[in-house]
């Protein structure tokens, strides 16, 4: 069990960030993002930087791919190794564990279109590319982190699109390019293919609507889910389901404005939630991870220090008193 940042920060800071993240969740650093940077830090961009072999433009509409490296393609490239400097600079190389985020296949096939001004999604060849792309890329990023930081790599593939994939509510580039919905089955067995074949220890990132059933084929080590999101009967079954198979839940639970005086508060509601569940308390230790509920876009890093900082002392809390509670 740990706690541990999502990785956006607020602000165009690098090592400020880098250094919240490793005072407040020293075990595992995420690497930060930083949206207000612009557009070359946002998912897609910071995606795209880390596969040399998916080379984009800006075009009028989002994100496309192109056949080759363009100036833009270049300078991701380069932001991204800068900011490996930077961290390694403040971090050092002493054996933490990195965890490094990027959009999965579905969700970044869904954002950037090809050539022909159609989303990716909808072409199941250029799917099928990206996603060996994605895995390929993923995997070799990781064996880089190992080198450079000397430590374990966790692997977050975000895929913040998959319940709007499966509902069928991605609108096309035009009134004639209609993304039809996509089962459960199909996106599971495309996100399964990708996780067999990564490194480490891998997370699924599921945006603000689980799609437990996705995670159960899968296999993530750990699903991320914000803990607010758990609410019904189907999204409770659904999660202990997944703990049963043996999947961790890393559980969304800080919010900015939190501090430690709150972390009390949060394991007990996170022991609550397991006998809503009727889970075993035990099994917490094991399985469950604290993290922020939200990506931290806004507010500044004071406030994020001591909202990570409540996710650290919660955890602590449940790793020593999970029975008493």
Request: glycine share 8%; aromatic share 4%; with cysteine.
């Amino acid at each position: 069990m740990v706690a541990f940042a999502l990785g956006v920060m607020p602000g165009t800071d690098m090592v400020a960030a880098a250094d919240v993240i490793a005072g407040e969740t020293g075990d595992v650093r995420a690497i930060p993002r930083l949206p207000a940077r612009g557009i070359m830090s946002d998912a897609v961009g910071a995606t795209c930087a880390l596969l040399p072999d998916a080379p984009v433009a800006a075009g009028p509409r989002s994100w496309r791919f192109e056949a080759r490296p363009q100036l833009i393609t270049r300078r991701l490239w380069d932001q991204a190794e800068r900011d490996l400097d930077l961290l390694e600079a403040e971090w050092g190389s002493s054996g933490f564990t990195v965890q490094v985020a990027a959009l999965g296949p579905w969700s970044l096939a869904a954002q950037v279109e090809l050539s022909n001004g159609h989303l990716a999604v909808t072409d199941p060849g250029a799917l099928h590319d990206l996603t060996e792309i994605v895995t390929y890329g993923l995997a070799e990023h990781a064996s880089r982190l190992r080198r450079r930081f000397h430590g374990e790599v966790n692997i977050q593939v975000n895929e913040p699109l998959l319940a709007a994939l499966n509902r069928g509510e991605i609108a096309g580039t035009n009134d004639f390019d209609v993304l039809r919905p996509i089962p459960v089955k199909e996106l599971g067995e495309r996100l399964h293919y990708v996780f067999e074949s990564l490194p480490g220890r891998r997370l699924l990132g599921s945006g603000s609507r689980p799609l437990f059933d996705v995670a159960r084929i899968a296999q993530p080590d750990a699903i991320i889910v914000p803990q607010s999101a758990l609410v019904g009967s189907e999204l409770l079954d659904g999660c202990a389901a997944t703990l049963d198979a043996g999947i961790g839940v890393s559980l969304g639970c800080v919010t900015l404005g939190d501090d430690v005086d709150d972390a009390r508060d949060v394991a007990i509601k996170i022991a609550q939630l397991f006998d809503e569940l009727r889970m075993d308390r035990a099994i917490i230790p094991e399985l469950v991870d604290v993290t922020n509920a939200r990506e931290f876009t806004s507010g500044d890093l004071v406030s994020v220090a001591r909202a990570l900082a409540c996710a650290r002392v919660a955890d602590e809390i449940l790793v020593r008193d999970v029975g008493d509670l």
